[in-house]
């Protein structure tokens, strides 16, 4: 029996083991890493102080690098917030009436006797989780599709109402010293300087380490959640030119952090057999019935069913944040202290369902699609509907680094012929300036397709950073009929071959060839000029 639980290798190599069963079983690592923090529990081995810091410092890193990308014009949207506030009063007044109905036919401890009990237990579970959302995003390069921009506002708003719920009723005023937050704004250029003189290597991931707990730091210091002030440090600095280099340089930090969060919510305890059946029954009944509700309320705000599918599923699980609630509600003296293992209980099955669901989102839609289409209305959002590629008969997909310079030449040879798409608004708004042809769009979006006259089209080009996601890009045109040329930038040679098979009619192993190309170049433009000296 392992005695203490420190950072060392036994729960390293554990978390691995179980993160690597989950992902051959077709599920992404974070369930196993939950089934990982159940086995550590169930040897009587409990979190020390140095893994619930590993923790929370991934937490912290996570919505400091979400703020990164956060624009906050998006949550000003009606769609945003008031279907946060909507979906979230309608699941409170469910499930807080439910309880209390329950009470008159079972007497037992973990049945809440006073309203205020059970609209506390429901306003718990009312909360979808920040991290395990953003975190699914990320895999899947969607955190700046539509879809994904919907559902991180929704869960911003969620955490703002979090920030009030945690300073009146669980941490108490904040001072007076908040005020002094807001010198934060005239502050920034001198950060953006900070940035700047950190060039590109080890000082900018040690800057993103500092600014992010520099923002949790000064706002618990006042009173406030420490992780909001993060995610408003995050946004503070996202206006900057290197604030996606800065992203992607903390991406591993984060990642490794994370499995230490997910660790401790399995180590929280293992519920008895009546507290595992109303965890269960709390899992299997309340997160579909969140999951149709924000689809309802989506689709109602004229989003396309596919917008309002994937943005539904990826809240379709509990948040953390129910068990700070369950712990003020502990402290207060409302619920029994079971309760709290209970909660932990129905996140870690929330996470297993919306895990195993959003690992199947594409197939699942494309099973039936036909059936969630009957709900979308026929207006649609801007941005959200179909577009028209015009004259162009070849496309080329993503404005990253590479897909910009394959744009580049090619327009400068086939003029308005070429056009290119990208996820990111902001991308296209830069291109767009500069009077390239960029339209915004997921085009691992099934129904983006629809929007093209694929019998114009000769070429597709897929440069997006994913392996993963140019498969779902090959395989939707393909199904949908399209008999031109599939070809991909590949990273890695030996995703060349997997690529391929997914119908893809060249793949492009960029790397590789890069170095060719530049001894190429160099010996065209010097060495045989000084060879017939």
Not at 304 to 313: D, H, I, N, Q
Not at 490 to 507: C, F, I, K
Not at 508 to 522: C, Q, S, T
Request: aromatic share 12%.
């Amino acid at each position: 029996m392992w005695e203490v639980l420190e950072l060392n290798s036994t729960w390293i190599v554990l978390a691995f083991v179980c993160g690597l069963l989950a992902r051959m079983l077709g599920l992404p690592p974070l369930t196993g890493f939950l089934v990982a923090g159940y086995i550590l529990n169930a040897d009587e081995v409990h979190a020390s102080p140095v893994i619930k810091q590993f923790a929370d410092l991934g937490v912290t890193l996570l919505l400091f690098t979400l703020g990164l990308k956060l624009r906050p014009k998006d949550l000003s949207k009606s769609y945003v917030w008031g279907n946060t506030l909507v979906h979230m009063t309608i699941v409170v007044g469910i499930v807080a009436s439910g309880w209390m109905l329950l009470g008159v036919f079972y007497e037992g401890e973990l049945v809440p006797r006073e309203w205020r009990t059970a609209l506390v237990l429901a306003f718990a579970l009312s909360f979808s989780s920040t991290v395990f959302a953003v975190k699914v995003f990320q895999d899947r390069s969607e955190t700046g599709s539509l879809h994904g921009r919907v559902a991180i506002g929704v869960l911003i708003v969620q955490d703002i109402v979090a920030v009030g719920f945690m300073t009146f009723a669980g941490a108490g005023v904040p001072s007076w010293w908040a005020l002094l937050l807001i010198l934060l704004i005239p502050a920034r250029p001198l950060l953006y300087k900070a940035l700047d003189w950190g060039g590109h290597g080890e000082l900018m991931a040690l800057f993103g380490f500092a600014m992010a707990f520099f923002g949790a730091e000064i706002f618990g210091l006042v009173g406030m959640k420490g992780d909001f002030g993060a995610l408003l440090l995050g946004v503070l600095m996202g206006g900057h030119t290197k604030a996606s280099e800065l992203a992607k340089s903390l991406l591993r930090f984060k990642d490794m952090m994370l499995v230490g969060f997910f660790l401790t919510i399995g180590m929280m305890g293992f519920p008895d057999l009546r507290g595992l059946m109303i965890a269960g029954i709390l899992a299997l009944v309340l997160v579909p019935l969140k999951t149709v509700l924000f689809y309802r309320l989506f689709t109602q705000s004229k989003m396309r069913s596919t917008t309002a599918y994937y943005a539904s599923l990826s809240l379709a699980n509990f948040s953390e944040f129910g068990l700070i609630v369950g712990s003020v509600a502990v402290s207060a003296g409302w619920i029994e202290k079971e309760v709290i293992v209970i909660l932990a209980m129905a996140l870690a099955l929330s996470f297993v369902f919306s895990s195993w669901a959003n690992s199947r989102a594409h197939v699942g839609f494309e099973k039936l699609g036909s059936s969630f289409k009957r709900w979308q209305s026929e207006e649609r959002l801007p941005g959200d509907g179909f577009l028209d590629p015009g004259n162009a008969d070849l496309v080329i997909i993503g404005m990253g680094g590479v897909g910009t310079r394959t744009y580049e030449t090619l327009s400068e040879r086939f003029g308005r012929e070429v056009i290119a798409v990208d996820a990111d608004p902001d991308v296209v708004s830069g291109h767009r300036e500069l009077g390239q042809n960029v339209i915004n769009g997921d085009a691992t979006d099934r129904d983006f397709w629809e929007r093209f006259r694929l019998r114009q089209i000769r070429v597709v080009m897929l440069t997006l950073p994913r392996k993963t996601e140019n498969q779902n890009v090959a395989l939707h045109l393909r199904r949908w009929g399209f008999k031109g040329i599939i070809s991909v930038a590949a990273r890695y040679e030996g995703h060349v071959a997997e690529l391929e098979a997914s119908g893809v009619d060249y793949a492009y192993n960029y790397y590789a060839d890069a170095g060719e190309a530049f001894a190429l170049a160099v010996c065209g433009k010097y060495l045989e000029g000084n060879e017939e000296k």
